[in-house]
């Protein structure tokens, strides 16, 4: 049977939640960044990272001290690990990145819900939280700052992060990191086959939405994906896991994975995904169009 729904101002239907959030600034305009950081937004701040930081020595640090974001971590021995250290290289998994620092270890990131990285001086994509204020004070300095590298090249980055939901922490390596090692594989450099996620989704008695976001099963998968994912793929939100056929979870890896390389391909610039993806009518911009799906 289709599913057919419009989208209106907050709306819930069928577990999608649907709504049109106007911005703070400039008179309320309308925004549709990105919401909040998913797996193409961290591959973007990986990126990066690597292109700015990696083979380079980082000259000058700056921590901001946050009991939140560094939580559990003494910022001093933060500052001590990065000052001076050589950036071997970057790496992700999920929703989390990382720099390699030769013997000194790795510095570990989450972004949260609000959390962005941009280099000094060069263009850059927003997060819905951003909005339209400035991304730096009167005084030129970023807003928000949590965390600047400066390279011996004199090219900066900086981590920001309005909400104090991300963090920042130490560890040795990525194969021995609790938070990293405690994810499923990644969903877009190591997505499981047709038949183990059919194996998998078999076990599982909870909405597909659900299951989407667990990232022990579907590592780097955030909301605005899960939804463009069951939209592409024809199935609802609340469709049980296990009542998936074959069938359906080939459908479902194919557009999971189409959609995670057309936005990490695009940069994480949602001005060149497809116009006809969901994402665009996240936050208004679809009011009034309807839109249908797959069987229930």
């Known amino acids: 049977m289709g599913l057919n729904w419009a989208f209106t101002q907050s709306s819930s239907i069928l577990g999608w939640e649907v709504g049109i959030a106007r911005s703070n600034f400039r008179g309320g305009d309308l925004v549709d960044w990105i ?32 009991e939140i974001v560094l939580k559990g971590v003494d910022p001093e021995a933060f500052l001590s690990q990065l000052s001076g250290a050589t950036v071997t290289g970057t790496g992700r998994k999920g929703k989390y990145w990382w720099l390699e620092l030769g013997d000194r270890g790795c510095m570990f990131g989450h972004l949260g819900m609000a959390g962005w990285v941009r280099e000094v001086g060069m263009d850059t994509v927003r997060i819905r939280e951003q909005g339209n204020a400035p991304l730096d004070d009167e005084a030129g300095r970023p807003r928000f700052l949590k965390l600047r590298l400066r390279a011996d090249d004199g090219r900066e980055v900086v981590m920001t992060d309005g909400r104090r939901l991300a963090r920042l922490w130490q560890g040795s390596s990525a194969a021995s990191d609790e938070k990293v090692t405690a994810l499923g594989r990644d969903s877009y450099t190591d997505l499981a086959s047709v038949d183990e996620l059919f194996t998998m989704l078999k076990k599982r008695k909870a909405p597909m939405k659900a299951i989407l976001l667990d990232q022990r099963a579907f590592c780097g998968v955030g909301n ?15 469709r049980l896991g296990s009542s998936l ?52």
């Open 224 to 238: 605005w994906i899960a939804d463009e994912v069951l939209y592409h793929a024809g199935i609802a939100p609340k």
């Open 245 to 296: 056929s074959l069938g359906e979870v080939k459908v479902l890896r194919e557009k999971l994975w189409w959609i995670l390389d057309v936005a990490v391909q695009a940069d994480a610039d949602k001005d060149k995904l497809p116009q006809d993806w969901l994402f665009h009518s996240r936050w208004g911009g679809g009011k009034g169009r309807s839109f249908s799906m797959g069987s229930s």
């Open 35 to 66: 919401e909040m950081p998913e797996l193409p937004e961290v591959e973007r701040v990986r990126k990066i990272f690597d292109r700015v930081l990696t083979g380079k020595v980082i000259a000058e640090v700056e921590v901001v001290p946050d």
